[in-house]
């Protein structure tokens, strides 16, 4: 049994999209690919073939990916999220009790994560170091390189 993976409402279209331009448009591309190839000749020594009919492999495989990812996302229903507490789908200011930076993160669902957004897995040492804390808790992480950091949790709203 898959288990079911939350997703924000944005991240739900921004899936859909890429299912919907990688099923139509990219598809498209491909096949027009693959028939340009075979028009060179003899496909079992041609590499252009070979080429497009990897990509096209590779293509399938993604949008599988993301079908299945589709499938077992559960979408974060803003309404109904806590900011009491961090949770999938909160925007958290934390501050680092050592260095005294400032930072914040949207807690997210994994196929979401991205750290250059400041888009944290719960998945994540941080992002599951922070579920279930209240404004005003130090947390402390076990970070995977380096000593342990504590955070200290100034802000919960939603995203």
Do not use: C
């Not at 252009?48 to 979408?75: G, H, M, P, S």
């Not at 900011?83 to 909160?90: A, L, P």
């Not at 934390?94 to 807690?107: A, H, L, N, R, Y």
């Amino acid at each position: 049994m898959a288990r079911e993976t939350p997703i924000t409402p944005e991240g739900l279209e921004k899936l859909k999209a890429e299912i919907e331009y990688l099923s139509t448009v990219k598809r498209r591309e491909v096949a027009e690919r693959i028939k340009e190839a075979r028009e060179f000749g003899d496909i079992s020594e041609n590499s252009e073939y070979d080429d497009a009919k990897n990509e096209q492999a590779l293509l399938e495989q993604r949008i599988a990916q993301l079908e299945e990812r589709l499938r077992r996302a559960t979408v974060i229903d803003a309404s109904k999220i806590d900011n009491e507490v961090v949770q999938v789908g909160n925007r958290v200011h934390v501050k680092d009790q050592k260095s005294g930076e400032s930072k914040k993160f949207q807690i997210v669902g994994p196929t979401e994560a991205n750290p250059a957004e400041a888009k944290l897995s719960n998945e994540s040492p941080i992002g599951k170091a922070l579920l279930g804390h209240k404004r005003g808790d130090i947390v402390t992480i076990d970070v995977p390189r380096g000593p342990k950091k504590q955070l200290k949790i100034t802000k919960i709203e939603a995203a």
